[in-house]
């Protein structure tokens, strides 16, 4: 498994990585706000699978950016 990270205004988005039995390399994305106890963690995993690492680590955080963009964000 392979993490990245990334501050975008109050949140952190976190990539994770792993390679699949396949050969290709399964995203996941964490976005999360606030601290101590008033920290909230959003999770996704995303069904593509990509070639390389480096691209799964990219299509997750081009999806946490545009999620981030979005007017109101969904509960």
């Known amino acids: ?9 109050r949140f952190l988005l976190s990539t994770v990585t792993r390679r699949t039995d396949c ?8 976005i999360r706000s606030g ?7 959003r999770v ?15 299509y997750a955080l081009a999806q946490g950016r545009e999620y ?3 007017p109101a964000l969904p509960a």
């Not at 601290?35 to 963690?41: F, Q, R, V």
């Not at 996704?44 to 799964?56: D, G, K, Q, T, Y």
């Open 68 to 70: 981030l963009a979005l």
């Open 23 to 30: 050969g290709q390399f399964a995203a996941s994305l964490s």
């Open 44 to 58: 996704f995993r995303f069904i593509p699978l990509f070639p390389s690492r480096r691209a799964a680590q990219r």
């Open 1 to 9: 498994m392979s993490l990245q990270s990334l501050s975008v205004g």
């Open 35 to 41: 601290s101590g106890t008033g920290t909230h963690d």
